[in-house]
Every structure is written in C-alpha cells, then in structure tokens.
C-alpha cells in the first residue's frame, strides 16, 4: 500500500541514497549543476513553516519524494520530484506533484516554479500535465534547463 507523507529524521539516510542513486545513474552530467546541500539535512532544510518534504512509501520502501521550498512570500520551488524508475508511469509522480501543488495553495503561494533539464523528460511532462507552462529555458554546455512555472490564483486546490 502506497502512503505518502511528511519527512520524519529517520528517512534522512534513505532519501539521500535515493535521490542520489537517481542522480548519478541517470543525471551524472546535471548532478554537478543541481546542489545537494538540502540532502545533508532535508527535515531542518525543509522544515520551514512553508515547506514541505514529502516521502511516498510502497511496503516499506521509498519509492518517491517530492519537496516544496519557500523562494518568496508569493512563490514556491518545486524541488526533489523523484520515482523509483520501477514504479515511473504509474500515477505516483502524480500524486506527488498534486500533493505538493495542494500544500502551495494552502500556504498561499501565487506561483510555483519547477526546474529541470532536456534529460528530465519524465519530471517535465508531468509537470507540464500538471499544468506548469514554460517560462524560460536556461542553456548551458552540457544540457538546457527548462523553467515552468504555475500560477495558482484563481485556481482552485487539488483535491486529496
């Protein structure tokens, strides 16, 4: 059974496994543009009253995160939207998503930003039927960022 829900201190070894494992087998190249400071200590960096860091656990395992980072009193980072690469295309990055554009409208943000390169075709298209639009694209020498961003005023929240 699939629970998704707040970061607690003993999950800090095995997201940072996680995130980092996806990192280095399928991002080397965007591993060194994407800093990984907010891993030493994710229940302290997240721990904001406007963000959040969510763990979704299948049996036990982690399977997939989610984080919302404070940027300004209006706006939110879409961070750390990960799926273990056996369970991609199956919804969960969607509740994920959901849940973090859920809490976002809780918190009264007006706009969340999500950025992620060429190679992150999976997190862009979800975030893309999420309803985030592209609002800039970020080139460098190894790869393209793409910004998309989501403007919540006037929406209403997603429902859980």
């Known amino acids: 059974m699939l629970k998704i829900r707040k970061i ?7 997201i ?7 990192m280095q087998r399928e991002f080397r190249e965007e591993s060194y543009a994407f800093a990984m400071h907010d891993l030493s200590d994710p229940v302290q960096y997240y721990g904001g ?9 299948k049996d036990g395992r982690i399977i997939g995160t989610v984080a919302i980072k404070e940027d300004s009193p209006d706006t ?3 961070r750390r939207v990960f799926v273990r690469k056996s369970f991609r295309g199956k919804g969960y990055g969607e509740m994920l998503v959901a ?9 009264d943000y007006q706009t ?3 950025r ?14 999420q309803g ?4 800039d694209i970020i080139t460098t020498d190894k790869f393209k960022i793409f910004v998309l961003t989501k403007k919540l005023q006037g929406n209403k929240p997603v429902e859980s």
């Open 49 to 57: 009253a406007k963000d959040i860091f969510l763990v979704a656990k």
């Open 132 to 135: 985030f639009k592209e609002d």
């Open 76 to 78: 939110a980072l879409l």
């Open 8 to 14: 607690e201190r003993q999950d800090t070894k095995g």
């Open 99 to 107: 849940k973090a554009v859920d809490f976002c409208f809780k918190h």
């Open 16 to 22: 940072k496994t996680f995130i980092r494992g996806i």
């Open 112 to 114: 969340l930003v999500f």
């Open 116 to 129: 992620g390169t060429d190679r992150m075709q999976q997190a862009l298209k979800l975030c893309l039927k």
